[in-house]
């Protein structure tokens, strides 16, 4: 440490000695600028000041240093040209307002819902309206199936065409059409032959006993049947009585033309 003054320019080291000046009996410290190798002690906080700072933020960047190698360990396998593109989807999602996961949810069931109401239901009604059409031609052509036959059998019993339609509708009480045949409905049997589905010769002879009234005169018979009033019968023309369903058939031509008539008791 300088003192300023000093009595002997001994006291001091000979490289200091020439910034004395003789002052009577003493020596007077004359300093123009700092000495060689002398620091102040302002100067010298500065500096520990300065190293202590420079060894924190070197520190600080080790730090940052070995956090930056750990996350770069954690993508090193990413392709970056392929990160750039998923960013990019990303962005083009959050314009379409998807920006986590649940947004993706909302967006699909948005899309169901709007499938649903505007492809779904339609198509769903269209194919409802298109199985209803198809049954509802099937039942008109079973329908006509049914009267077919039911008309061939009618005639060859004598029936009368204005009875026609009233028969037709006995008819659907007791047969329905499978596939191009005229079938029994459940639980009608023949009474000729026992066990066995009843068939329609069968039930249209029945039928010139229950409904005498729509078989007779209108088709060329000329004969008044079960009315109680007596008959009036052509010469030549044959009466078949109380006829089953095989003399029906057997009498069908002669019936249409007039060469046969029915009675019933």
Known sequence: MLKPVIDSLDQVLPDLRQHYVSDGDTFVLQLDGDPHGFVSRSAHAETVNKVAEFRDHNIELEQALVKSKDTLKRFE??????????????????????????????????ALQNFKATELEPLRKLLTEEREAREQADQQVAQAALKGAVLTAFRAAGGQDAALDFVVNRAKDVFSVDGDTLVAKPGQYSTDTPGDPLGLP??????????????????GAGARHGDGLGTSVPAGVKILKNPTALELGAAAKDIRAGRAVIMND
């Open 77 to 110: 396998s990413i392709d970056p040209d392929a990160a750039r593109n998923a960013l990019a989807q990303v962005q083009e999602l959050g314009k379409k307002g998807i920006r986590k996961s649940a947004d993706v949810d909302t967006a699909v069931s948005s």
């Open 202 to 219: 069968e039930w249209m002879a029945a039928q010139t006993k229950e409904i005498g009234f729509a078989f007779g005169s209108s088709n």
